[in-house]
């Protein structure tokens, strides 16, 4: 097991343009987050699935994110029409319960020129 | 929603020196976690920690749940410790960050 994956590292795109990123989870585990960091703060909770429900969004995912994770393995996290406040760092994370350790991947970097 | 005050928000040591780092929330959590964010963006896992002592090398972690706090140690700070460090706790049904402290080791 080589931990959680995302996919690609870095995005730039233009604004107006939709992106994709991609995680995969640590194999078994149910629970899959999804998390926003911009420069100089915390990580903020977008929305999490248990298996493939997605069980919770965030007031930060607008309209224009949307979160799959079909047969409750990988998880797609899309953005329509990028807007430059969407720049920031994505991060990815699993775990295999309710209150059991969180592991993140290495993050998507996305840059909207 | 639950609050994560980290403290203090800045640190700078010279190498081979200790440091607390503190981090307090407003309310009773299923879980404590304390990460390490390395200069490319990931987050490292250093403690799982809801509630009692636990120590890894040189650092180590307290967790007081009852009266809602949680102290990271680090003793004989190195250069690669430089990083922001992160607690997150367990409220509901999602982790919540605090703003991080950024350490400064300097040779």
């Known amino acids: 097991d080589t931990g959680v994956s995302q996919d690609p590292r870095h995005k730039i795109t233009k604004r107006g343009q939709n992106v994709t990123f991609r995680c995969d989870p640590i194999s078994e585990h149910n629970r899959l987050y999804w998390y926003r960091q911009t420069l100089g703060q915390g990580p903020e909770f977008l929305t999490y699935?248990?298996?493939?429900?997605?069980?919770?969004k965030s007031r930060l995912l607008s309209d224009r994110f949307s979160a799959e994770r079909p047969k409750g393995s990988f998880s797609t996290l899309e953005i329509q029409r990028t807007e430059q406040g969407d720049s920031a760092m994505y991060l990815c994370?699993?775990?295999?319960?309710?209150?059991?350790?969180?592991?993140f991947g290495q993050g998507t970097r996305l840059t909207v020129v | 929603g639950i609050q994560v005050e980290q403290s203090p928000p800045d640190l700078i040591l010279q190498e081979g020196a200790n440091s607390t780092l503190r981090c307090n929330f407003s309310d009773s959590v299923n879980n404590l976690q304390w990460f390490h964010q390395n200069p490319w963006g990931q987050l490292i896992n250093l403690f799982y920690i809801p509630s009692g002592t636990k120590q890894n090398g040189r650092l180590s972690a307290t967790t007081v749940a009852t009266e809602r706090y949680s102290l990271l140690y680090i003793s004989s700070s190195q250069t690669t410790d430089s990083g922001v460090y992160f607690c997150?706790?367990?409220?509901?049904?999602?982790?919540?960050f605090g703003e991080g402290t950024q350490l400064t080791v300097n040779p």
């Open positions: 699935f248990q298996n493939e429900a997605q069980l919770e």
């Open positions: 994370a699993s775990s295999l319960g309710y209150t059991t350790e969180a592991f």
């Open positions: 997150a706790v367990l409220s509901g049904s999602r982790l919540t």
